[in-house]
């Protein structure tokens, strides 16, 4: 099993050594992946932009968006945006793309919500038609740049339920997931349900499977984790959200070193962490952790 890294871009106050530290610290390390994550109405970097400055500051790793809530965009802007952040990165984008959770990111883009699931089905196929040269919509002309992979980047999905998987099943290479307790959770139950819709749609490859959790393995992990997770789930109330944020786990080496035995035994591809601070030592410590 491959482990990637999330830049720390939903911390607030980041600045710019920070950043292209993160970035470079990843491509030097043991990961495979640096993965940025979005949200809007949050005070957050915008991950696009940030995975530009990622592609021009590394080398080596894949770089991932984890995930574009895709149907609060326009299709076109988004094929454009990753085709140019795949030619600088010389072919290394993967595209996760969701269909999102969160109402006031649609608000705060002044976009509508409504049948996300078709909308998100329709922007691939525009996607791929703007990828592979051709004219977008009538009356439009081609959009580039091409994207050096053919075809575009490999897409993948953040929605899990059984008819999201089934309609993903159709244009992805893999699914994205997250977990709140990567501990209890059933990892082989859900990768095989995955790989079940992907016979259904008579694929004969495979579903590549990518999850995510949030970590922390500083002095004070617990309350950071917790501290973190309340912040970024706030908007789902108090109660809810702070059940969700209760439920994490990952906040010592014994669990996090437990969870990556875990997913990797029930046949996880790629595990993709997302650290819950800025401060470097958060990767020193990951990284002595893994190697």
């Not at 501990?183 to 490859?205: C, K, L, N, P």
Request: glycine share 8%.
């Amino acid at each position: 099993m491959e482990i990637g890294m999330t830049l720390p871009s939903m911390v607030s106050g980041l600045d710019r050594d920070t950043i292209l530290e993160w970035c470079r610290r990843i491509d030097d390390g043991p990961f495979s992946t640096l993965a940025v994550g979005e949200r809007m109405a949050y005070p957050n970097v915008e991950m696009f932009t940030t995975l530009a400055a990622a592609a021009a500051v590394t080398e080596r790793v894949a770089l991932m968006t984890t995930i574009v809530v895709l149907p609060a965009h326009p299709a076109v802007e988004v094929a454009k945006m990753a085709a140019t952040i795949d030619v600088i990165s010389a072919g290394r984008l993967r595209l996760g793309v969701g269909i999102g959770g969160r109402d006031e990111d649609f608000r705060a883009l002044e976009r509508s919500d409504a049948k996300r699931h078709q909308v998100l089905d329709d922007q691939i196929a525009t996607m791929k038609r703007v990828w592979a040269g051709e004219t977008p919509m009538e009356g439009i002309n081609p959009v580039g740049p091409a994207p050096v992979q053919v075809g575009g980047p490999p897409l993948y999905s953040g929605a899990l339920g059984p008819k999201a998987t089934a309609r993903a099943a159709q244009w992805a290479e893999g699914v994205a997931g997250f977990l709140l307790d990567p501990i209890s959770q059933d990892h082989e139950s859900t990768f095989r349900t995955v790989e079940a819709a992907w016979e259904t749609a008579g694929r004969r490859e495979r579903p590549r499977h990518v999850t995510s959790f949030w970590y922390a393995l500083s002095d004070e992990s617990p309350a950071q984790l917790n501290a973190y997770a309340r912040r970024y789930l706030g908007i789902f109330g108090e109660e809810f959200g702070g059940a969700m944020a209760d439920a994490c786990t990952a906040c010592s080496a014994a669990v996090v070193t437990d969870a990556i035995t875990r997913l990797e035994e029930a046949g996880c591809d790629e595990l993709i962490l997302v650290p819950t601070s800025a401060d470097l030592t958060e990767l020193d410590r990951l990284i002595d952790l893994i190697t």
